[in-house]
């Protein structure tokens, strides 16, 4: 059965250093999302991607945020500058086309930045 | 704003026994989707069932069954003959058919004992 991938399962980072999370979805679906979920906290959800650029994001996904689907197989967070309040899981999820609405998510990625 | 309220934060059954997780949500939309994640101590999210506001029909997903209040909008999920892997923390989630991003509930740990 096809999954969502995530790499790396876990990435340590100093604070205002760069990190970039890989996602690989389902290959024949079209709409992609990163979501977090800080340790005994709600998951948020932060983007929404499709047809190459942003539908959606939300007041945490600020300017030290970005997204990328560099290669059609691949779709990337960056985070420009971590602060040690983006210490989380992050999990991307992806979404077939047509009428299909069910997300599926991969593993996550969890961020820790001291 | 939608929400997504769990009211239990957590549960423990004894294993075979029946356990109900509840779950409210607030929105005006008429047309949206509910569903339920398990989260088991691996931090995976995995799809437990889904249901369309449209449809009256409760879902089941063989020992996973909803139960689907519209009017009352409520959602609880039914969990029959319970086993050691029900173990994990269930979230609740919301959908509308505009942007698609889910909106999740705070959950339930649900420990199942032998």
């Known amino acids: 059965e096809p999954e969502v991938t995530q790499t790396p399962s876990h990435q340590v980072t100093q604070m205002g250093q760069e990190v970039i999370l890989r996602c690989v979805p389902i290959?024949?679906?079209?709409?992609f999302y990163w979501y977090r979920q800080i340790l005994g906290q709600k998951v948020e959800f932060l983007v929404s991607?499709?047809?190459?650029?942003?539908?959606?994001k939300s007041e945490i996904f600020d300017d030290q945020f970005s997204v990328e689907r560099p290669d059609g197989s691949n779709f990337t967070l960056k985070i420009r500058s971590t602060k040690l309040e983006d210490s989380a899981m992050y999990f991307c999820a992806s979404r077939g086309p047509g009428g299909r609405y069910e997300q599926y998510f991969g593993p996550g990625t969890r961020l820790t930045v001291t | 704003a939608q929400t997504v309220t769990q009211s239990q934060p957590e549960m423990s059954v004894q294993e075979a026994e029946t356990v109900t997780l509840s779950c409210t949500y607030d929105?005006?939309?008429?047309?949206?989707?509910l569903f339920w994640y398990k989260q088991p101590p691996s931090r995976q999210m995995i799809l437990v069932i889904r249901q369309e506001a449209y449809k009256q029909q409760n879902a089941t997903e063989n020992r996973f069954s909803v139960n689907f209040q519209k009017a009352a909008k409520s959602f609880s999920l039914k969990i029959s003959d319970s086993q050691l892997g029900d173990t994990a923390m269930y979230f609740c989630?919301?959908?509308?058919?505009?942007?698609?991003?889910?909106?999740w509930g705070a959950g339930t740990k649900l420990i199942i004992k032998p």
């Open positions: 929105t005006s939309e008429n047309n949206y989707y």
């Open positions: 991607f499709y047809n190459n650029e942003i539908s959606e």
């Open positions: 290959s024949n679906h079209l709409y």
């Open positions: 989630a919301f959908m509308d058919n505009s942007n698609y991003q889910l909106i």
